[in-house]
C-alpha cells in the first residue's frame, strides 16, 4: 500500500486508473463494499476472510492523498476503512497509522488553503467544507481517531469562523459557508446559494460541532457557533400540514426576501430533508442541553415519517433513500427523551427491507456506500439486530 504524493510540477505526480480511483471511493466504490464486509465480519454474519479479501482490493494500488481526498475518497475513505477493521484484527493497525500520518498531513494543507481564501474575503465551495470531501468530513474522521490533535482543533476553529464570521458582497451580508457555485449543475443559483443539508451544507456543520461537543472537544467560540446555526434554523423554518420544514438551499433572493420559494418541503430524506436536519439539530440540543429543541428536533423527525412523506421517496440508498432514512431515524431514536420514534422504526424497517427486494438489476448491483447497495445492506444490518453497528460506520454520515 503507497499513499499518493502531492501532484509535483516536476514529474513526481502519480497517475491513477479509473479502477484505481473507483476502489478508493466510499461513495460509488470499493472502499463502501469493503465496509459492508467488515460490519458483517463484526456481527458474524459475513467472514473476515471476506472482509479481508475486499479490503485488498482497496489497498493494492497506490492511495491518493492529494488536496482533492476527504472522507468519500483517497487516504481519508481509506483510513476509515481501515480503522472498522483493526480494532478486532490488530494486523490493520499499522496500516491504518500510516494512512493517517497522509490525512493529517492533508488536513493542514487543506486548513492552510482555507485560510488564505478567508484573508481574501472570497466565497467558499462544497469541497472545502463539506462532509463528502472537504474540512468537515476531515473532522468527523479525525474525531473518533485523533480527539486530541491539533489538527482536529484546527478543523474545529474553522467551523466556527465559517458558521461566525459573515461574508459582504455588493452591500450583502451573506453567512460564511455561502458558496458561489450552483447546487447542481442543472438547478442555478445565480449569485450564488447557502446550503441546508448533511451533505453540503449548514446541518453538517452544525452536527459536527455538536458532535464535537459531545466528546469534550472545544474551541473558543464553539458555543456561540451552535447557537448561531441553531437561529438559522429557526429562522427558516417552515410550517406545513406534514409537519415543520427547511428549504434545500436559499439563493440571494430569497434571503432578500426571507421567504423560500418552494411552497412546501422536498423528499424526507438524510443529505437534504427534514430527516437530517432534524438529527442535526437533536444533537445540538443534547450538547447544548436545550429540552425545547430536542423535543422539536424529535417531533420533526416523526411528522417526517408518516406514509404520505416516505412514499415520496423512489429509491434504498442512504443520500436519498430509505436507507438513509432509516438509519437517521434508529440514531436519533438512541437518544430520544419520548417514545413516538421508537413506535414508528418497525414499519420504516419493513419498507427499508421491502425497498431493498424491490431494486431493479441496475440499483441491486450498484457499488458503494451512498446509493449503492453496500449502504442499503449496512442500514438492513442494523435493522436486523436492533443495535449499533460495530464499526460505527455512519459516523460517516455525521449522525453518530
Known sequence: MTPATNPRPEGG?????????????????????????????????????????????????????????????????????????ADRHPRYRAA?????????????????????????????????????YGLTGIGALLLRHH????????????????????????GVELPGWWVAHDPDEILPTPGGHANFGMAHGVAGLLAFLALATRQGRVVDGQYESIAVLTQWFDRWRQDGPDGPWWPQWITREELRTGRP?????????????????????????????????????EDALAASLADPQLDRITEPGLCHGVAGV???????????????LARRLPALADRLAWSRGDEDGDQANASGLLTGRAGVDLALETARRSTPPHTGWDACLLIA
Open 261 to 297: 420559494v418552494d411552497p412546501g418541503s422536498g423528499r424526507a430524506s438524510w443529505c437534504y430533508g427534514t430527516v437530517g436536519i432534524a438529527r442535526a439539530q437533536q444533537l445540538a440540543a443534547l450538547a447544548t442541553d436545550d429540552v425545547h429543541r430536542q423535543d422539536a428536533a
Open 147 to 170: 480527539a486530541d490533535s491539533d489538527e482536529l482543533a484546527g478543523i474545529l476553529r474553522y467551523v466556527v469562523t465559517v458558521a461566525t464570521r459573515p461574508r459582504h458582497e455588493d
Open 326 to 340: 432509516y438509519q437517521t431515524a434508529y440514531r436519533t431514536c438512541l437518544d430520544a427523551r419520548g417514545p413516538a
Open 96 to 132: 491504518s497509522q500510516t494512512m493517517d500520518e497522509h490525512v493529517l498531513r492533508l488536513t493542514r494543507r487543506r486548513l492552510a488553503t482555507a485560510g488564505t481564501r478567508i484573508d481574501r474575503g472570497e466565497p467558499a465551495a462544497f469541497a472545502e467544507y463539506d462532509l463528502f
Open 13 to 85: 505526480e502519480v497517475t491513477l486508473t479509473l479502477d484505481e480511483v473507483a476502489g478508493q471511493s466510499l461513495a460509488r466504490g470499493a472502499v463502501g463494499d469493503a465496509l459492508l464486509h467488515v460490519e458483517r465480519a463484526w456481527t458474524g454474519s459475513g467472514s473476515w476472510a471476506t472482509a479481508q479479501d475486499h479490503i485488498r482490493r482497496v489497498v493494492a494500488g497506490p492511495v491518493d492523498a492529494a488536496d482533492h481526498a476527504g472522507l468519500y475518497y483517497g487516504a481519508p475513505a481509506v483510513a476509515f476503512l481501515l480503522h472498522a477493521a
